[in-house]
């Protein structure tokens, strides 16, 4: 479940200066902590783009512009050879997803224009001038230039008829009526980051690069988006035409179009997700990814090959356990790269077409700015010898570009936050593997040590459990992960069980056992933390979101080791969940394979709310007001739960929030200081401090 006015009710903001470590203002250690503003200063990279002859990078630069709260994206151009960099598009509307044309000699890019229509753009490298090649109703995905150079495919919205079952009467004119009423025949009708659904399905259209009006070239009922070209007038389209495509929502078929005529067929036939299609330099050849649907909440995506009439169809290093990421050919034909997990770390990975795997480029990552999760971009050239550019991440810092490759000299080209995060006292990330008491797994664990930090049991610990909950961390630049640290605390975050990175069977131990064993898990790498002395055992504090907030409700109901709690955008009740969330058809048919109403107590033998009679622990409850992914109402039923307990509990809604909060800086600043202010609420130093005065 992959993924602040700031709150209602109880108010924390101030809280937080009393959390651990805090110094007093103005002093020169102030000075030097990462504290709530400094999210403001950070930089990242996205998307490096290299061109077709590997002499030039584009990439997206993004920073937080405080007075609109907002990240932004300018593009930026790199010389390779040199190093130099410059802007090439800033200073208007966010920018984003740079491609460059089969010639190298233009940028595709994507915007926002001055009176917030989404538009296609073309930039032109020899003169500098940009131009808007169509501004349109929707936002335009994936875009694609043809292998020519003379024509442009991308995916965008179409709308439909909203469904009716009356008309109303025409109003007089100066009148108010109320709104009128919204229809919906949909299963999916609202999706998390869209609200409610307008009527009408996803399209392919293609342009003329010299600009024009788009032609739609795909129709019907169901979505078909992600166009890749299979030559100049052939287009490959991922979709699901299925009559029940809403009670299988992961299901989806790659099809050939025909420009000449619109005739559309498929080239993938299997009950399973087939998606990702990529064209070999050559075009006889299709790669993709995909699965046979095993109805598992969990299943790898594996890279097969095809032929371009879609015969020959192969899966390539199948005894790989790994799930294949992005694919991009080599410019030879004879293997492909894919940006892939691999047990906490970001490797971009060669895989011949025989099957071979081997790692090409290590250190990949840095995308994801507030918590350390795994995330990374990359493109190939299409020189004989061919060199990448990639996104490269690390604890001490977000997403720089980085080039490596046979004839270039491997290194970092950027450095976007030399003029903050050096003159910083930043954690110390020190790796943790440990033994699970479930079973002896090994698990793997980060901790970030504050600056200054000395193993004498004293520090309060965070517990900070990754969402999804198939995902995963690693030791990876985090926002959240630096201001719980500048105040003090040690923070831990691990891959228990169910994380990805580590194989299928691992991320399978939690099928239709979510939660279980991996509470276990996490209970034993804080068992650690308390061994090496690293933490004051009375001083430990959990919080997680989403994937994360259900095992931190959930831990909460099984142990009273915490101080407090502070539960993020969680799933509380399965059964809800399944009836009521975005996502309901893909809980319903893959997580928990019951009907609720049939079987009511396989959905609430793992809902964190048949535990909550357990609790004791002070538990925070937050969710964006805006989250159609754990609903509003999940996290309100835990609240109500604990107070009708007599539990300490706070609710904090988020207004205007989806489900991912930190999507907008001062989101990030309030989630975190509001959970510091929370534990610092119920730490017993704390208290013990104010008992002395």
Same mark, same amino acid.
């Given at each position: 479940m992959k993924k602040w006015a700031f709150l209602a009710g109880v108010c924390l903001t101030g809280l937080y200066a009393m959390s651990a470590g805090a110094q007093d203002a103005g002093s020169a250690e102030e000075s030097r *902590?990462?504290?709530?503003? *400094?999210?403001?200063?950070?930089?990242?990279?996205?998307?490096?783009?290299?061109?077709?002859?590997?002499?030039?990078?584009?990439?997206? *630069?993004?920073?937080?512009?405080?007075l609109n709260d907002r990240d932004r994206g300018d593009l930026w151009i790199i010389d390779v050879a040199s190093g130099e960099q410059r802007p090439l598009v800033t200073g208007g509307a966010s920018a984003s997803s740079p491609t460059w044309s089969p010639d190298g000699t233009k940028l595709l890019y994507s915007t926002a224009s001055t009176d917030g229509k989404?538009?296609?753009?073309?930039?032109?490298?020899?003169? @500098?001038?940009?131009?808007?090649?169509?501004?349109?109703?929707? @936002? %335009? !995905?994936?875009?694609?230039?043809?292998?020519?150079?003379?024509?442009?495919?991308?995916?965008?919205?179409?709308?439909?008829?909203? $469904?009716?079952? #009356?008309?109303?009467?025409?109003? &007089?004119?100066g009148a108010e009526w109320s709104e009128p009423?919204?229809?919906?025949?949909?299963?999916?009708?609202?999706?998390? @980051?869209?609200?409610?659904?307008?009527?009408?399905?996803?399209?392919?259209? /293609?342009?003329?690069?010299? !600009?024009?009006?788009?032609?739609?070239?795909?129709? !019907?009922?169901?979505?078909?988006?992600?166009?890749?070209?299979?030559? +100049?007038?052939?287009?490959?389209?991922?979709?699901?035409?299925?009559?029940?495509a809403d009670l299988d929502p992961i299901e989806s078929e790659i099809y050939a179009v025909e420009l000449s005529d619109l005739s559309m067929r498929a080239l993938t036939s299997r009950d399973g997700p087939d998606f990702g299609p990529v064209v070999s330099p050559d075009g006889e050849t299709i790669a993709f990814r995909g699965h046979d649907d095993n109805l598992k909440a969990y299943e790898q995506a594996n890279l097969y090959l095809m032929a371009a009439d879609g015969s020959n169809v192969r899966e390539v290093a199948a005894d790989f356990d790994r799930e294949i990421g992005a694919i991009q050919w080599a410019p030879d034909g004879r293997s492909l790269y894919s940006?892939?997990?691999?047990?906490?770390?970001?490797?971009?990975?060669?895989?011949?077409?025989?099957?071979?795997?081997?790692?090409?480029?290590?250190?990949?990552?840095?995308?994801?700015? @507030? *918590?350390?999760? #795994?995330?990374?971009?990359?493109?190939?050239?299409?020189?004989?010898?061919?060199?990448?550019?990639?996104?490269?991440?690390?604890?001490?810092? $977000?997403?720089?570009?980085?080039?490596?490759?046979?004839?270039?000299? #491997?290194?970092?080209?950027?450095?976007?936050?030399?003029? /903050?995060?050096?003159?910083?006292?930043? #954690?110390?990330?020190?790796?943790?593997?440990?033994?699970?008491?479930?079973?002896? &797994?090994?698990?793997?664990?980060w901790v970030a040590l504050p600056h200054g930090f000395e193993a004498d049991g004293s520090y309060p610990m965070i517990l900070e459990i990754h969402g999804g909950p198939f995902s995963m961390y690693g030791p990876f630049f985090a926002s959240e992960i630096q201001r719980y640290a500048a105040e003090g605390y040690v923070t831990v975050w691990a891959n228990p069980r169910g994380s990805t990175g580590y194989g299928e069977e691992f991320a399978q131990l939690i099928d239709k056992n979510y939660p279980s064993a991996d509470h276990d898990d996490l209970m034993s790498v804080v068992d650690e933390m308390v061994a090496r002395n690293y933490v004051d055992p009375k001083r430990l504090f959990i919080t997680g979101g989403s994937g994360g907030g259900v095992l931190t409700a959930w831990a909460v109901g099984k142990t009273d080791r915490f101080a407090a709690a502070a539960t993020i955008k969680p799933v509380i009740n399965w059964f809800t969940m399944a009836l009521a969330g975005d996502i309901a058809p893909f809980v319903w048919r893959h997580w928990i394979r019951e009907d609720p109403w049939e079987n009511p107590q396989a959905y609430f033998?793992?809902?964190?709310?048949?535990?909550?009679? +357990?609790?004791?622990?002070?538990?925070?409850?937050?969710?964006?007001?805006?989250?159609?992914?754990?609903?509003?109402?999940? %996290?309100?039923?835990?609240?109500?739960?604990?107070?009708?307990?007599?539990?300490?509990t706070a609710l904090i809604r988020i207004p205007g929030s989806p489900h991912y909060i930190a999507g907008r800086p001062s989101r990030l600043i309030a989630k975190t200081d509001n959970i510091m202010g929370w534990f610092a609420k119920y730490d017993p130093a704390k208290q013990d401090e104010a008992d002395k005065e």
């Open positions: *902590r990462f504290t709530a503003e *400094r999210v403001f200063d950070i930089e990242y990279a996205t998307s490096p783009q290299i061109s077709p002859d590997a002499s030039k990078i584009v990439y997206v *630069r993004h920073s937080m512009d405080q989404p538009e296609l753009r073309l930039h032109y490298l020899d003169t @500098g001038q940009s131009f808007s090649l169509a501004q349109l109703e929707y @936002g %335009a !995905g994936g875009a694609k230039w043809s292998p020519d150079g003379s024509k442009i495919a991308f995916s965008m919205f179409v709308k439909g008829d909203k $469904p009716s079952f #009356a008309t109303p009467p025409s109003q &007089r004119e009423v919204r229809v919906f025949d949909d299963l999916t009708f609202r999706f998390d @980051g869209q609200g409610y659904l307008e009527e009408g399905t996803t399209h392919t259209f /293609v342009l003329s690069a010299d !600009g024009g009006s788009p032609r739609q070239v795909t129709k !019907g009922d169901a979505d078909l988006g992600g166009p890749v070209w299979l030559d +100049n007038d052939t287009l490959l389209v991922t979709g699901n035409t299925a009559e029940d940006a892939i997990e691999n047990a906490g770390d970001m490797d971009l990975f060669q895989i011949t077409t025989r099957g071979d795997t081997s790692v090409a480029v290590s250190g990949l990552g840095g995308t994801s700015i @507030g *918590r350390p999760y #795994a995330g990374a971009d990359f493109s190939v050239s299409k020189t004989r010898n061919p060199v990448i550019a990639y996104t490269a991440g690390s604890a001490d810092a $977000p997403a720089e570009v980085a080039v490596a490759g046979r004839g270039v000299n #491997a290194r970092t080209l950027t450095s976007l936050n030399s003029d /903050v995060l050096p003159y910083l006292d930043m #954690a110390r990330v020190e790796e943790v593997k440990v033994s699970s008491s479930a079973d002896g &797994r090994e698990i793997e664990a033998d793992l809902s964190p709310i048949s535990l909550v009679g +357990n609790v004791t622990t002070p538990t925070l409850v937050m969710v964006g007001e805006e989250d159609w992914r754990t609903p509003t109402w999940e %996290a309100e039923q835990f609240y109500t739960a604990l107070k009708l307990q007599g539990v300490d």
